[in-house]
């Protein structure tokens, strides 16, 4: 056995605490060469390969400088070392000759690695300064090589002149100057050559043509479609939830929303199967991006969903995802920017880049949040694109506000509007404009047990104020203390510690109840009355489903953008004549009282008047489950923005005429022995056509007929031939661009046609035109589909 004393011991361990380290780091010196090689000649080499990428034409081989004084530089730090660890080498053999024999032999063991590594880096660096010289002698052959090719295709990286592409030499001069403006560039490929210029406005722009040398197959090879799966109602929404995610106050508000409207949703779909019959629904694929829950727009809503903040919002979008669910479709749910990137394939940059993929959903459901950032963030891709999103809109937009140009120069631009839409793709929480759709909320359905139990534990003289924030509460002081000498007045309002002053000590008020709870107290109670403010919220048709009479205060003169802050900015001039006005229109009395608070005499006697008064719980059926489930399969089904041109473009004449003056003379209507064109939704035979009085828009011209304005329909009457039918005398006819178009004024005997269909527009009126007004009949309770729209 050999035998070291404690000073042998000390340097072995010396040397292994040296070394170790030491053959890892040479050991990563060599991994590290290894890749540099590899990725530096694999770069030139690809970057030589004609017609393979972006890159294929250079004026000059980028990186080969680099690459050459980076191996030098690398040589030179290995033979460094080599020198410095031989010098280490020798002065620790100087110091160590007093050590014992036995102890040196068994050093000089332990160090013998060592001078092998010595010589392990003499030749990696031997090799790579011979590797050097071997990429430096590639590299000039290359340098030859690309001055023969870019001679023979000089000619072919000049921006052609083709009248089919008569802004490609402005988009190369553009690129020339603000290619380095946006990384997205780098990413596609362009270099700052001429052909890569070109080969990105031809293959990932549109604005160049083709350049014939380059594998256009291989460029434009569009990807498999996939194959279409049949929708299939659902019942089981636990995996909707899963989609819907968590962490924010408002998505758990949603989601506790949707558990407890999951067996109504079930029973709807069922009904509407039923309905449906054997209807072929196609799966679509569907991106829902709440853009106003993302961080980059504030997400001021999450916050204040335990503080009484608006909930209408998240009510309306709940019930969205569950349809779209429970109609079987496929959702990709996102609530931040990174999200959507990510699902709509934004390549890395500033959002100046078209998609890095064709874009893989057949529609989009968003805000006007989420408008904003695809428009920032897809590039040209979004005017692509833009014709399969639907932007969820609690207002409303009117066609002369969502055009750009006319928005511009008629004082209708605001914040929110010139989008350049379809007006039909803005979806409301209420159908107030007949120029978007429709999209709604549910309320709670009761089946006829429930009613009655409602109707038989009713309170007579119990009232629940609509309003759960203080501030709505402050002024109100007269018409609470006359309704406080008939009912018994309960509060939701908000608050942590003390009672909000706004609030009067003879209201019972309960803090911020969760739903359930909230849905409880309506059904114990009389009344449910307004304070001028929300406007249109969901809260009044949840009283009225739970057997309460809702009293709000008239307008007089009424709310609209020109003289009240709330509706400053939104992109309509909708005169608003009530808090609610869809329960004003389309429920009304008994289930809705509209009067002055201004007028106290007709303030107490509405009161009196509704102590005296029974209803039973009332629900339209345009807000049940089934109603809305109808109502998202018809518009997933027939509205289709990115197809052509109308059937009858603005202007064109057809043998036959197939308008027929109705036998009563006061309108036209579809002729009986015309069919329906192919493909139009609503059906044409629903089609009747009005001449409304000066200063009347089409939207009440309609309502007077009991029917609904249909802006859809407007290209078929807008020609000189409709108005001759309604024996309208045009002593000259002009094609303009006006929201209120096509019109008649008098006197002047002059018809006016609309030029622009983006502004085609049923709301809007002016004393000096007689407006031409397309109507059709609708379901009852279904206001958005006619008769034959399902």
Not at 28 to 50: D, E, K, N
């Amino acid at each position: 056995m050999i035998t070291v004393n404690s000073d042998g011991k000390i340097m072995v361990r010396r040397c292994l605490i040296t070394l170790r380290p030491f053959r890892l780091f040479v050991l990563g010196i060599g991994f590290f060469t290894l890749c540099f090689l590899m990725t530096s000649l694999g770069g030139q080499f690809s970057a030589r390969r004609l017609g393979d990428s972006p890159f294929t034409i250079r004026t000059e081989v980028p990186g080969g400088s680099e690459s050459r004084g980076a191996l030098r530089k690398m040589s030179d730090l290995l033979e460094l070392m080599v020198k410095r660890m031989d010098m280490l080498a020798r002065l620790e053999n100087s110091s160590d000759l007093h050590r014992t024999a036995s102890v040196a032999h068994l050093a000089a063991d332990r160090l013998t690695p060592g001078a092998g590594l010595i010589e392990r880096i003499q030749a990696i660096a031997q090799n790579v300064s011979d590797i050097a010289v071997k990429v430096d002698q590639i590299l000039r052959h290359s340098l030859i090589l690309h001055s023969k090719v870019s001679e023979g295709r000089r000619d072919q990286c000049e921006a052609p002149s083709d009248p089919k592409f008569p802004d490609c030499s402005g988009k190369v001069e553009w690129m020339r100057a603000r290619w380095t403006s946006d990384p997205c560039y780098a990413f596609f490929g362009v270099d700052g050559t001429e052909c890569s210029f070109l080969i990105y406005l031809s293959e990932v722009e549109w604005f160049c043509p083709p350049l014939p040398w380059r594998n256009q197959t291989a460029s434009r090879r569009a990807p498999k479609a996939l194959p279409k799966v049949q929708a299939v109602f659902r019942s089981n929404l636990s995996h909707l939830l899963e989609l819907m995610g968590s962490g924010k106050e408002s998505l758990i508000f949603m989601k506790k929303r949707t558990r407890r409207f999951t067996a109504q949703w079930t029973k709807a779909a069922k009904h509407l199967a039923q309905k449906l019959g054997d209807t072929r629904r196609d799966q679509k694929q569907i991106l829902v991006h709440i853009g106003f829950l993302t961080e980059e727009s504030g997400d001021v809503f999450s916050p204040r969903v335990l503080k009484g903040g608006p909930l209408g919002e998240m009510v309306q979008w709940a019930d969205i995802l569950a349809a779209l669910y429970v109609l079987g479709h496929s959702l990709r749910i996102t609530v931040s920017l990174k999200e959507l990137q990510s699902n709509l394939g934004v390549p890395p940059g500033r959002g100046n880049c078209p998609l890095t993929v064709p874009l893989p959903f057949d529609l989009i459901y968003t805000d006007y949040h989420g408008l904003q950032q695809m428009k920032q963030h897809m590039g040209l891709s979004f005017k692509k694109y833009r014709c399969r999103i639907r932007v969820i809109d609690t207002f409303g937009t009117e066609p002369a506000y969502n055009h750009e140009e006319y928005a511009t120069l008629h004082g209708y631009r605001t914040n929110w509007g010139y989008w350049n839409l379809n007006p039909k793709q803005f979806m409301t929480m209420f159908p107030h404009t007949p120029d978007n759709s429709f999209m709604g909320f549910v309320s709670e359905e009761l089946n006829e047990t429930e009613k009655q139990l409602i109707k038989d534990s009713k309170a007579s003289n119990m009232a629940v104020v609509y309003g759960k924030e203080a501030s709505i509460w402050k002024g109100k002081e007269k018409f609470l203390a006359i309704l406080n000498k008939y009912m018994e007045i309960h509060g939701t309002v908000y608050y942590e510690s003390q009672r909000p002053p706004e609030v009067p000590a003879f209201v019972k008020n309960h803090g911020l109840l969760p739903q359930p709870e909230f849905q409880q107290l309506l059904r114990k109670a009389k009344l449910f009355i307004g304070f001028g403010f929300p406007y249109e919220g969901p809260a009044p048709l949840e009283a009225i489903a739970n057997g309460c009479i809702f009293l709000q205060s008239r307008f007089s003169p009424p709310h609209s953008s020109l003289n009240h802050e709330f509706f400053r900015g939104k992109p309509t001039s909708r005169e608003v004549f009530s808090q609610h006005p869809y329960a004003e229109n389309f429920i009304g009395k008994p289930h809705v009282w509209t009067v002055d608070y201004n007028n106290s005499e007709e303030f107490e006697a509405a009161v009196k008047a509704i102590m005296n008064t029974q209803v039973d719980p009332y629900l339209p059926y345009e807000y049940t489950c089934t109603g809305m489930l109808e109502r998202i399969h018809a518009y997933i089904q027939h509205q289709d923005f990115c197809a052509g041109p109308s059937p009858v473009p603005p202007g064109a004449h057809t043998s036959q005429s197939p308008f027929v003056l109705a036998p009563n003379a006061t309108h036209l209507q579809w002729a009986q022995n015309i069919s329906s064109l192919a493909g139009a939704w609503p059906p044409t035979h629903s089609l009747r056509a009005w001449l409304a009085a000066p200063g009347r828009a089409c939207t009440d011209a309609c309502l007077d007929h009991g029917l609904v304005c249909e802006p859809s329909f407007f290209p078929y009457l807008n020609s000189q031939d409709a108005f001759l039918k309604l024996q309208v005398p045009c002593d000259s006819t002009e094609w303009e661009m006006h929201h209120l178009y096509p019109a008649f004024a008098q006197p002047g005997q002059e018809c006016y046609l609309q030029k622009e269909p983006l502004l085609f527009s049923c709301a809007g009126a002016s004393t000096k035109y007689q407006r031409l007004c397309p109507c059709r009949d609708f379901l009852k309770g279904q206001v958005a589909l006619c008769r034959g729209c399902l």
